[in-house]
């Protein structure tokens, strides 16, 4: 088993930043992917940002050159800096860790972007 948990949502005016952090805890492998995912209401959650265990990333167009991935192994931890945020950046955001094909899910945090 692997437990996520989230911090730093929050409430932000256009064009602000904010930085999500998440660190699993449990039974943890060194193969894995790890990121974000977002869930606006009325919409479909949908992958934000991803890194694994060797250091590849993976950015939805919509956050490129915005959002910005990172992880620190030792505290088996995952961090996104999120600038220049936009109202449409607004939703729950939710940290993802996969590991021998098993998918866990933190219990998301709040951002909201609006003036």
């Known amino acids: 088993q692997v437990q996520l948990v989230e911090s730093g949502g929050g409430l932000v005016q256009p064009g602000g930043s904010l930085r999500l952090s998440c660190a699993a805890s449990?039974?943890?492998?060194?193969?894995?992917?790890m990121g974000w995912y977002r869930q606006a209401p009325g919409k479909q959650r949908e992958m934000v940002a991803t890194?694994?265990?060797?250091?590849?990333?993976n950015y939805a167009d919509s956050v490129k050159d915005r959002f910005t991935i990172s992880r620190d192994i030792a505290k088996n931890a995952v961090y996104l800096q999120m600038n220049s945020l936009k109202p449409e950046d607004t939703a729950i955001y939710y940290c993802?860790?996969?590991?021998?094909?098993?998918?866990?899910w933190g219990q998301g945090t709040q951002v909201t972007v609006s003036s």
């Open positions: 993802y860790r996969d590991q021998l094909a098993r998918a866990y």
């Open positions: 449990g039974t943890i492998f060194s193969i894995y992917t």
């Open positions: 890194i694994t265990g060797v250091g590849y990333t």
